[in-house]
């Protein structure tokens, strides 16, 4: 086995999380290593839709990480050489009765106090946003602050920054073990191939970070929850905005391990409409389920009509990294020195990613983080 020199930083993951801790830490003039068992974004990130999301978050820590992180993605987009398809487009939910309004017009008031923005937009304006939507609707709420990004490409962009900033890439090389010193902390990453020396670990492995914590002796529950995606061929632009149904943000705050489907439509640039949002705990199922996928069909006719008429080329699927609490795990593990975590994102990783990265880069380089902390605790699950 080959020994390699010592980095400050190693981080296990390259999709978007792994890749942005990688592009902070560089930036802060860390000396970093990237591993990952397969290629780049070839987890969660690589099945992802690439939403940027402040709509669908209650006040409190995670929305605080997405408002951290929209102004990131806006500094990145201007910042990273290539494109990565930055999408400043907006988000728009509608309510399908009276009831659903009312919900979504409490919801929106909570959010506009802890600082986003909101529109609420009548029935009879829908058609103002979204020419093609179906008639009938109670009406919406637009959020001009959501927007999207080609999560694959955002996530071998920042790889590549880290790259020019001095970060080495290993890729095709699965983490086999995390030794440690006499005083319990962590020293190095083993691959198949190498052992990395290192003075901080970074877990961003994604639906498999619980099990790169264990291999430190660190307990961390996270799940695989799995999403359908459906991509059509495409179309004259239809959908301008993101459009969701109000019943999304329900789906995506509860604990069911059931299958529970609701209406996510998206027009993107280069032409196809993205159809979800499916959730499932299922394990790493990755079995092809024709009930899902008609479900997701027919929501999305149900908001767009049109659609009906516009084939779908294909369907894929991924695991969100679900943790019981719908927060992610994101500082020091008290428990392994050395050991940090970035993982547990559950379907909000891309838009999260950058708030993440620069956090842990503050917590390396020890400076006081931009954001307290606390709640994302790695130790706060009991084993």
């Not at 019943?247 to 489907?261: E, F, H, N, P």
């Not at 409409?273 to 299922?282: D, F, H, P, Q």
Request: charged fraction near 20%; hydrophobic fraction near 45%.
């Amino acid at each position: 086995m080959l020994t390699r020199p010592s980095h400050d930083v190693v981080v296990i993951g390259a999709g978007v999380v792994g890749a942005a801790c990688a592009f902070y830490a560089a930036r802060a003039g860390l000396s970093v290593a990237v591993v990952d068992r397969g290629p780049v974004s070839g987890g969660t990130t690589g099945a992802g839709e690439g939403n940027l999301l402040l709509s669908d978050k209650a006040p409190g820590p995670e929305l605080d990480l997405a408002r951290l992180s929209a102004g990131l993605w806006t500094e990145l987009a201007e910042e990273l050489p290539e494109s990565i398809e930055y999408e400043a487009k907006g988000g728009l939910v509608v309510a399908g009765d009276p009831a659903g309004q009312a919900a979504l017009r409490a919801f929106a008031d909570d959010q506009r106090a802890a600082g986003v923005t909101a529109h609420e937009v009548a029935a009879d304006r829908l058609h103002d946003f979204e020419p093609h939507l179906a008639p009938g609707l109670a009406g919406g709420f637009h959020y001009p602050q959501d927007a999207q990004v080609q999560p694959a490409l955002a996530a071998a962009h920042l790889l590549r920054a880290a790259r020019r900033a001095g970060a080495v890439v290993h890729l095709g090389e699965g983490v086999t073990g995390l030794p440690t010193g006499r005083d319990g902390a962590l020293r190095a990453v083993r691959t198949e191939r190498r052992e990395l020396a290192a003075r901080a670990v970074v877990n961003a492995a994604g639906t498999w970070g619980g099990e790169v914590a264990a291999l430190a002796g660190a307990h961390l529950p996270v799940l695989p929850r799995r999403g359908f995606v459906l991509v059509t061929e495409p179309p004259p632009r239809l959908v301008l905005d993101l459009v969701y149904a109000a019943d999304y943000v329900a789906d995506v705050a509860s604990g069911s391990a059931a299958l529970q489907t609701s209406g996510v439509v998206e027009g993107t640039p280069s032409g196809p409409v993205l159809i979800g949002a499916s959730r499932e705990r299922v394990g790493f199922d990755r079995t092809l389920s024709l009930e899902v996928l008609r479900r997701l069909a027919g929501q999305a006719a149900a908001l767009f009509p049109v659609l009906a008429d516009v084939r779908v080329l294909r369907a894929y699927r991924g695991f969100r990294p679900y943790l019981p609490d719908h927060l992610p795990a994101i500082g020091a593990d008290p428990r392994v020195p050395g050991l940090y975590h970035a993982c547990g994102h559950e379907g909000a990783g891309i838009g999260l990613a950058p708030a993440t990265g620069r956090l842990l880069s503050e917590l390396l380089t020890g400076k006081e983080p931009a954001l307290d902390l606390a709640p994302f605790a790695p130790d706060r699950f009991v084993a």
